[in-house]
């Protein structure tokens, strides 16, 4: 009978207790109430009947080892053990149990457990996964608790439902681990055998089976070759052949199966029927032909019949393996093929005269052979003799004369589209040299005249316009069609290929002579100048380190004289001169060697150049042809996202930010000029006005007059320019060419 409750009468365990909280042991997980806190103690921290609470930290202090998570820090991460476990067999006088070994996975992540047993040949027992991954339970009584690391050591027995598993060894990697946390190993146990299993195998090893098949693997030969095959070329004289003409043929050996076949090289206009192969792949016998054998002589295999027809009517085979009365034969090996060698192709003598570069290589690389001179077995054939074509009968132009002349059926004569491609207009690219020339002439008429000479590197054709001069009483305009033009002094009626005009005979200085008229090249434009000196392996006049070259070989034995010179031409020490003065200079000092368009170019070289200004009129103008063009009215859309994107209401935005405004609105310019035009109008911030932008480009509001430029085509009617320098630095040149003055 237990006391009343009263103060003084009864034995409280709780006095002097100062801790009486109660944890949270429900709580709700996806809207669900449920059990959340198995592990939390009862009132005041203390542990609820049956339970045992687990250590706050591991074996390890608090601090060493990851923080992480353990699925996290464990992330496949298994321990493996060893081990077996016995089974009884009921009704059975052969064995009483069986012993069946099994692989334990213990998942450091999770703590879950896995068993496998490892398939056994004919076994008869369904094998594979015994037990699924996950946390086992405890036996009883400790079932409401699962298995962890500590319950694992080599050695011991483990109980799983009731199963009891015998562990006797594991992984190294299960060992380090087991000794990181602190366990002590228990040595391996010895793993035993199943008896019946033992008993069976010496049955089967005592069997003399009826079928010992012999195995032929040559499946290693075919993963290790397959694909490889060596190549020779081979030639056979064949003597019933009524001229003895050579045949040559190809053999092939394949080193996946030593196989070989061969095939035939047939000439054009042999007379001789093309045929797919020579020889048809197979092995390939030494000694053949040796004579018909009867079907089935040849094989792999010997089989004797035992017993014959005398027990029921049926034979007993077995395989022999002396191979009694089977035929041997020998079959060409990668070893017997070599340059020079003569190989027996069923009767044919047929020579190894060559060898393709894998075939040297297998043979360097596997037999250390270094000799692969190949056997000549014909003569070198004739040299060809020339063709003479007719000469030119003046119909068409000479190229397509002398397709006709080629082949039966006539073809237009082909293209150079290579070289049409690589110096075709591309962008800015024109890849057209422009030249400013006139007319050598005493007429007074006719010295005054300019033109325009164009010449086109794509298809090396040449266009002539005439500047249209007012008062004159001249037409100006075309003058020459576009085409190619020969050059003078050269037969009309002839065999061999006419000389045309080509880049390197057009240069400032030049006189050329285009169907009668006399031409002096006076001038270029910038870009021929500049394409020029970039290729100047191609045009020796525009190659700086060969006129200077020149210069130095003319002038060096007078340098002092010409440092004189230059120096007298600088009265005022400024250590430049002019171009005029500067040309006079040269031109006196090499006697008229060199050319206008040489001396240009030394100029250019060692000018003092003018920077280049942008004009804004200009710009503004070409954009706004270019928006009228592709019809574009949006500026005021235009104009409202550029407000609109001014947070600040200063009327200035970023340089990036109106390209990529108007980018959004797909204006029709090049994106050169649209850098160009928002650089006109930005500040020295980088800070764009984009009012006066918009209104720029508006070509409705604000439109701009029109303005002429200098066609690119046929319909070109301007002026090359000149090319424009202040002056040219001596100084530089004459040390180039002399060396610094001590």
């Given at each position: 009978m237990?006391?009343?409750l009263?103060p ?13 909280h ?16 198995e ?16 250590p706050?930290?591991s ?11 353990a699925?996290?820090a ?6 493996s ?8 067999v009921p ?33 008869g027992?369904?094998?594979g ?23 694992f ?14 562990i ?8 380090n ?10 040595p ?10 033992k ?7 005592s ?19 397959d ?17 003895h ?57 010997t ?7 005398l027990?029921?009517?049926?034979g ?35 020579i ?7 075939t ?5 690389t ?10 000549t ?17 003046g ?21 150079d ?5 690589e ?7 024109s890849?057209?040299?422009r ?8 007429s007074?008429i ?13 298809d ?14 001249i ?18 009626f ?7 005009f ?42 700086i ?8 070989d ?44 040489e ?5 250019r070289?060692?000018?003092?150049r003018?920077?280049?200004?942008m004009?804004l ?37 970023p ?9 959004s609105f797909?204006l029709p ?40 430029t ?11 320019p000149?090319?424009?320098v ?8 004459l040390d180039?060419?002399?060396?610094k003055?001590?």
């Amino acid at each position: 009978m237990a006391l009343p409750l009263l103060p003084g009468a009864s034995r409280h365990r709780n006095i002097g207790k100062e801790k009486f909280h109660k944890s949270q042991h429900w709580g709700y997980c996806n809207n669900v109430a449920m059990l959340v806190g198995e592990d939390k103690p009862g009132i005041g921290g203390e542990p609820l009947p049956g339970q045992k609470l687990k250590p706050e930290y591991s074996v390890f202090p608090k601090g060493m080892g990851s923080d992480a998570p353990a699925w996290v820090a464990f992330d496949k991460q298994v321990l493996s053990f060893d081990a077996y476990f016995e089974e009884e067999v009921p009704d059975k006088n052969q064995e009483l149990y069986r012993i069946r070994h099994c692989k334990i996975y213990f998942y450091l992540e999770d703590d879950t457990i896995q068993v496998i047993e490892p398939p056994v040949k004919n076994s008869g027992i369904t094998q594979g996964t015994i037990v699924r991954r996950h946390r086992i339970p405890l036996p009883p009584p400790h079932e409401d608790q699962f298995y962890t690391i500590d319950h694992f050591n080599i050695n011991i027995e483990v109980i799983l439902y009731a199963r009891r598993y015998k562990i006797i060894d594991c992984d190294q990697f299960t060992k380090n681990f087991l000794r990181k946390m602190g366990v002590r190993l228990n040595p391996p146990a010895n793993r035993p055998d199943d008896p019946y299993t033992k008993e069976r195998q010496k049955i089967l090893d005592s069997m003399k089976p009826l079928r010992p098949y012999e195995r032929i693997d040559t499946l290693k030969q075919f993963l290790e070759h397959d694909g490889q095959v060596l190549r020779f070329f081979c030639v056979w004289d064949d003597p019933e052949s009524m001229f003895h003409d050579p045949r040559e043929l190809v053999l092939h050996y394949y080193l996946s199966d030593d196989t070989i076949d061969i095939k035939e090289i047939v000439p054009v206009n042999s007379g001789r029927d093309t045929i797919p192969l020579f020889l048809r792949r197979d092995k390939l016998p030494k000694y053949a032909p040796t004579g018909l054998y009867q079907p089935g002589t040849i094989t792999s295999r010997t089989v004797l019949n035992v017993f014959g027809k005398l027990v029921g009517n049926r034979g007993r085979y077995i395989l022999d393996n002396r191979k009694t009365g089977a035929v041997h034969q020998e079959f060409y090996r990668d070893s017997d093929l070599k340059i020079g060698a003569v190989i027996n192709v069923w009767g044919r003598k047929i020579i190894l005269c060559d060898c393709d570069e894998f075939t040297k290589e297998y043979y360097r690389t596997k037999y250390g052979i270094e000799d692969f001179t190949p056997v000549t077995y014909k003569a070198p054939p004739p040299p060809k003799p020339e063709k003479t074509f007719p000469p030119y009968t003046g119909f068409g132009s000479e190229e397509d004369s002398l397709c006709s002349c080629r082949g039966l059926l006539p073809k237009p004569p082909q293209k150079d589209f290579k070289k049409f491609m690589e110096k075709d207009r591309s962008g800015m690219e024109s890849n057209i040299l422009r030249f400013l020339a006139k007319l050598i002439t005493d007429s007074p008429i006719d010295k005054d005249r300019k033109f325009i000479i164009s010449y086109f590197l794509s298809d090396d054709t040449i266009s002539v316009f005439e500047q249209i001069q007012q008062n004159t009483g001249i037409l100006g305009g075309k003058f020459l069609e576009r085409g190619r033009i020969k050059k003078p002094g050269q037969e009309l009626f002839k065999s061999e290929p006419s000389e045309y005009f080509n880049a390197q005979d057009l240069f400032v200085g030049a006189r050329v002579c285009f169907h009668g008229h006399n031409f002096l090249l006076v001038d270029a434009d910038e870009y021929t100048f500049n394409y020029m000196e970039k290729h100047a392996n191609e045009f020796s006049m525009a190659d700086i380190g060969v006129i200077l070259k020149k210069l130095k070989d003319i002038a060096e034995p007078r340098s002092r004289e010409i440092r004189q010179v230059f120096a007298a031409a600088d009265p005022e020490h400024t250590k430049v001169i002019e171009c005029e003065p500067f040309r006079n200079l040269i031109v006196s000092i090499t006697d008229g060697a060199f050319s206008e368009h040489e001396i240009i170019t030394l100029g250019r070289c060692y000018s003092v150049r003018e920077e280049y200004k942008m004009d804004l009129h200009f710009l503004l103008a070409v954009a706004q042809e270019q928006l009228k063009k592709n019809s574009f009215e949006n500026f005021e859309q235009l104009s409202a996202v550029l407000t609109y994107n001014d947070r600040e209401k200063c009327g200035m935005l970023p340089h990036e930010m109106c390209r990529t405004i108007c980018k959004s609105f797909k204006l029709p310019l090049a994106d050169d000029d649209l850098q160009a035009l928002l650089t006109m109008f930005e500040d020295d911030h980088k800070q764009v006005e984009y009012k006066k932008f918009v209104d720029g480009l508006n070509w409705r509001e604000n439109q701009i007059p029109a303005f002429q430029t200098i066609k690119n085509e046929d319909d070109s009617s301007g002026q090359a320019p000149s090319i424009h320098v202040k002056g040219i630095e001596y100084l530089p040149l004459l040390d180039d060419l002399f060396g610094k003055e001590e």
